[in-house]
């Protein structure tokens, strides 16, 4: 299917982060190649929320590591802004890293031996333009566990920790790889919260990827993804409250 309508409708003006043109990824298997994406087209606009939707296998995870520059594509082109991610040298991937980029993962990857608030000082101490861990946690309403150590806390609010670790250093960017995916859906709709407020707050190009349909109706873009291609892109009129969600 070709997909051209690709701009938030709320807003014409709003300019492109990312620009993805042609872009494929093949892995080598023994004597087998895996095509885990087949040519993709697609632009992220500043201060969207995007849900990448499709099944294991479709690519979806591939796509979001390839934006954030933990992995490579075989072709075409991923740009950020001005600067070509394709091709990129490991020094140049990981300062854009750094700089640019907050992740999210379905598992926590807090240290245990630290506190809340330490888990997030982590990044601080190596950002440009960091906000203070204790801002951070009050973002994603954490203020009053912030010396609590991960062990005392429950999923969802370990969670919550680490997406105040990821949008510390103020990135431009937030990538969320099932961040909900090892939570009830209580413990979930929290956690997509804190993440809604995260991108309204900060203007954070906020991008999640989940298999749950029922999490699209909180984005303003939702692309789906089957067998490495882009199937269908459409837009949301009003971002539903993730209160309002129920899987």
């Not at 973002?139 to 105040?164: C, K, M, T």
Request: a negative charge; aromatic letters at 4%.
């Amino acid at each position: 299917m070709n997909i051209t309508h690709q701009k938030p409708p709320a807003d014409d003006a709003l300019p492109a982060i990312f620009r993805m043109r042609a872009v494929t990824k093949e892995y080598q298997v023994g004597d087998n190649v895996i095509r885990a994406l087949r040519g993709i087209d697609l632009d992220l606009f500043a201060g969207e929320l995007v849900v990448f939707l499709g099944a294991s296998g479709s690519g979806k995870s591939t796509l979001l590591n390839i934006l954030g520059g933990l992995d490579s594509a075989t072709s075409g082109s991923v740009r950020y802004q001005e600067l070509e991610l394709c091709g990129a040298d490991d020094a140049t991937l990981t300062e854009y890293r750094r700089q640019h980029v907050g992740f999210v993962f379905q598992f926590y990857n807090l240290i245990p031996s630290l506190t809340a608030r330490e888990n997030v000082a982590i990044v601080t101490e190596i950002a440009t333009d960091p906000m203070a861990p204790d801002d951070a946690l009050a973002l994603v309403d954490l203020g009053a566990r912030a010396d609590h150590f991960p062990g005392q806390l429950s999923g969802g609010e370990q969670q919550r920790v680490a997406i105040a670790r990821a949008i510390a250093k103020q990135p431009a960017v937030l990538l969320c790889d099932e961040p909900t995916g090892a939570l009830d859906s209580r413990t979930g709709i929290k956690v997509l919260k804190a993440l809604e407020h995260a991108n309204r707050a900060l203007g954070t190009t906020t991008a999640v990827i989940t298999h749950n349909e029922a999490i699209a109706a909180m984005a303003d873009r939702v692309v789906r993804l089957s067998d490495g291609r882009i199937s269908d892109i459409s837009h949301n009129p009003g971002r539903a409250d993730p209160e309002t969600l129920h899987w």
